[in-house]
């Protein structure tokens, strides 16, 4: 009786020193978890104001525009509590500073422009430069060098040397007398139009003119030269990279002088601007039923009106098909919709919270499945936090690669089940209007959905 005692009381000991370990390991887990999330929000900080001092991408204006937005909003709520005459004076006043702000804004977009054309036309010639790789019965890969890739690499260098700035003025008369040697005797416009300007610069350096004099005339030297090697006529690596240039539809007259149906079929006409544009141009939105506006007129409101910033629901898009495309489904729906569409999704179905905590922090968030072992679709998905993603994943056990849906009955509970069904009616309704969701519709075929003991059909 006495050893029993002794037995128990030790193995109780032994719990409590298991549970004050389990606690413990639990603790430096929470605290590690922690350490790094909050890393993650400082190193966001960092990125963001970073991205805010050297803007380059549509992103980044876009967040600029946004906290633009957010920034007037303020000041306007801060007049209100002003009487009227005070209040007119600050709303002129802040009129003002919005336009020096959107000057600053647009002064940096024609920079981050004129250095992304830059960039586009040196890949242009470098790809046209590149020699051609040609694999040998071994394996071995090699390069081959033929006429056509040693002209463009000498175009591609003395486009490199045209742009550079002048130092020497004999240098600079050596480099036009090369580039006049360069250039095939033609007589087309182009040619005889850069002949004359190198005639005409190497004239003015003669005459000792000042090199600020003649930035004019460089910049149109270059502007040719450029459309000089863009030709396949004279240069003909470049035509496999040449894109495809539309038929001219700017107008109704040249639209109605196009016979062609297939053309007739691949053009559309912006309601805002009035030009009949490729359907390339647009960007055919899942929640939207016609196509209404062109990708620069959405543009142009967004940075004159709404000023939205959806890189946030862009990264939660990029999250979902890169799931998608590591389980090798990518005919998955997440590929046809847009950011404007997980943002409907967000806002309007989830209140842009999470279902479980109520987390509203985007950067946090992901649309995770709800039934793991289907695709995802609008109809099959929660907005939870990556932590709570993990752990819904590991709902079904170790023995089981996907929770069922008892297993989610049993963590979630009825009621929380019933709204999360009620949010996917509502996105089947909006999402499967259009043709290219209702295929996902149908394959789906649900079953009827129960919400408070009603039986509701989705359509």
Known sequence: MFVQRVCRGWIARRKVMQMREDYSL????????????????????????????????????????????DWRKEQEASLQAKDSKAANLGRAKLVMNEAELLLQINKHKSSAKMDAKERMIEQFLTKAATPILKMLKSGELIEIETPETR??????????????????????????????????DDDCKVVKELRLLIKREIDFINRSLPGSSMTGLRSRILNLYLQYIRNPEYNPQ???????????????????KTRSRDTKKDIELCQACSRYLPKSSFNISAGSGSIAQCRGCKQLDND?????????????????????????????????????????????????????SGNADLFDLRLARRECEKEWTPWNCILVSREENRIHRKLGGLNSCYPSKEDLLKAYGPLLVEIIAGKHTLARNHFGK???MSIFVKDDNPDVIQLRGVGIQPS
Do not use: G
């Open 151 to 184: 002209l463009a690499t000498a175009y591609k260098n003395m486009h490199n040397n045209l742009r550079e700035e002048v130092v020497f003025v004999e240098d600079r008369v050596e480099l036009l007398i090369e580039l006049d040697s360069l250039v095939k």
């Open 26 to 69: 639990q603790r430096v887990r929470e605290e590690e978890e922690e350490r790094i999330r909050e890393e993650e929000i400082q190193e966001r900080k960092e990125i963001e104001s970073e991205r805010c001092k050297n803007p380059k991408s549509k992103a980044d204006f876009d967040m600029l525009y946004n906290r633009l937005e």
């Open 238 to 256: 470049v035509r496999k990279f040449l894109r495809i240039e539309a038929p001219d539809l700017s107008s109704v007259t040249q639209m109605k």
């Open 304 to 356: 004159a009106r709404t000023r939205l910033d959806l890189s946030l629901y862009k990264q939660l898009l990029d999250s979902i098909k890169l799931e998608e495309e590591e389980r090798n489904n990518t005919n998955s729906p997440a590929f046809i919709l847009q950011e404007s569409d997980i943002r409907y999704l967000v806002e309007n179905i989830w209140n842009s919270r999470s279902v479980l």
């Open 434 to 436: 259009i043709a290219s």
